[in-house]
Nanobody, 121 residues
């Protein structure tokens, strides 16, 4: 089994910054994609940013230029630096990882428990 432990989040005023971190632990052979998704009240969960093991990065258009994702492969961690936050960034942010647990194993999707980010206007 694999666990994703998130930290960070909280309440911030519009224009402020927050940093989210996520650490994966457990039965890990390697991790393919790691990233962050978010879900606002009444809306579907959406991709915020993801990074492959090779370092390729994808951002949602709504966060480009404001958010920065980083990954430390040796430590199985991923972070999200969020700047110039807007009220529409409010939601529950979930860490995601595609984990391969053994040499012959297929990748499985794992999710963190979610951390609340609230941006007040």
């Amino acid at each position: 089994q694999v666990q994703l432990k998130e930290s960070g989040g909280g309440l911030v005023q519009a224009g402020g910054s927050l940093r989210l971190s996520c650490a994966a632990s457990g039965s890990i052979f390697n991790i393919r994609d790691m990233g962050w998704h978010r879900q606002a009240p009444g809306k579907k969960r959406e991709l915020v940013a993801r990074v492959t093991a090779g370092g390729d990065i994808k951002y949602a258009d709504s966060v480009k230029g404001r958010f920065t994702i980083s990954r430390h492969n040796a430590e199985n961690t991923v972070s999200l630096e969020m700047n110039s936050l807007k009220s529409e960034d409010t939601g529950v942010y979930y860490c995601h990882a595609q984990v391969v647990e053994g040499f012959w194993s297929a990748a499985k999707d794992y999710w963190g428990q979610g951390t609340q980010v609230t941006v007040s206007s």
